[in-house]
């Protein structure tokens, strides 16, 4: 018999077969938006953006915000979002 009280106390098997499911498209979403997020918030940082670095910091968005930064508000070519070369100081 299952009931309502978590895990343990007779867990639906459908809730562990999603789990298992999901689990991975989860991980693959995660470790999307820290890439997107670590690369948009040191260009905003090199730039001298602190605004969009605080919000970019804070808002989760699985990388969205991010690349709208990085390609709208940067206006930074796919080959250079990893330069070494000095940005720019846009406010």
């Known amino acids: 018999m299952y009931n309502n009280f978590g895990p343990g106390y007779g867990m639906h098997p459908w809730f ?5 499911i999901a689990a ?6 995660l470790i999307w938006s820290f890439f997107w997020k670590g690369l948009a918030l040191w260009h905003s940082a090199r730039r001298g953006q602190p605004w969009w670095f605080v919000i970019m910091l804070f ?4 990388g ?3 690349i709208i930064y990085l390609f709208g508000i940067a206006k930074l070519k796919v080959n250079e979002l990893f330069s070494f070369k000095e940005h720019g100081h846009n406010h």
């Open 24 to 29: 991975p498209f989860i991980f693959i979403i």
């Open 59 to 62: 808002v989760n968005t699985a």
């Open 16 to 20: 562990l077969g999603a789990m298992a």
């Open 64 to 66: 969205i915000l991010e």
